[in-house]
Structures are given as C-alpha cells and as structure tokens.
C-alpha cells in the first residue's frame, strides 16, 4: 500500500493524494476593491461605470456592451479602455503588415533588378565572344585565300582543278 504513492509522487501525480490546493479567487470576489486589485488577475475585467470586478467572458472577443461599455471596460491596464486597445492593436497589425508587404516587394525589385544586370552583362559578354569569333573567322578566310591564290588555287568551284590537267 505505500507503495502506490511512492509511485504516484514519481509521475507527479500525487496531487489527488497529498495536499489539495485552492483555487485562486474569483473575480466577482473583488468586487468591492479597485481596478488595480481586480487586473491583478489576468482573468478579471473591470467596469468603471458599475465599479465591479467580473470574470472576462472568454468566449467572446470583446465583453458584450450589456456587462460593459467598451470604453467603461478596462482589461490589463487601468488607464487603457477597450477602444483605445482596440484601435492599438489594429493601427499596430496594419502596420506589421504594410511593413511586411513593402519589404517583399523591395526583395522582389531588388532580385529583379540584380537578374536583369545580371542578364546584361552576360548578354554583352556574349555579344563580346561573338565578335571576337567573327574577326577570328574573318582573318582566317584572308589567310586562306591568300594561301589559295598563292598556289593557283580558285574558290570559284571545287572541282575547277580537276577540270586543268596541268
């Protein structure tokens, strides 16, 4: 029989066995203080028109405007209603994402713009090599006329030295 609880101690499951612990508060408990004792707890949400302390509805979003005006609310700060914290955050997140916009489109023009200095320079080193391989050809098609007409050679037709049976 001691055994089980050893074990239950073990895995951390000895809470049902030893020691109970109580639950914290409630928020409606804190009624009767003020806003910075009831936003002590993350859970709470203070009126300041009814001056009470009830459990936030979690549930919805925002506390429905019959338990609360939004800008009688306050959750988290004393000083700060639900409208400003509202029109915060969404100020706040249009930004970010006006920000994370602006940057992938700079990304983007930047990449474009490299790729397409990129591509040119490649494109005149190209245009380089092929006018060099142009002259080359060129100087090559001199010598070897020249080398033709020195030995009698003609480029009028292939077979004209078969023709002359010198």
Known sequence: MSFIPLVLLLFGLSSTMAQTTAPPPSCESKNSTSCQECLSDV???WCIQTK???TYPAKTILPPQS???LNEARWGLC???FQILIITLSVAGALLIIGILVCICCCCKCENIGSARFENRMNRQTDK?????EERKAELKIRHDEIRQKYGLSRASPYARFENPN
Do not use: A, F, H, V
């Open 43 to 45: 859970n709470c949400l």
């Open 67 to 69: 338990l609360c005006p």
């Open 52 to 54: 009470k302390c009830m």
């Open 79 to 81: 000083s700060m209603n």
């Open 129 to 133: 090599m092929k006018t060099k391989q």
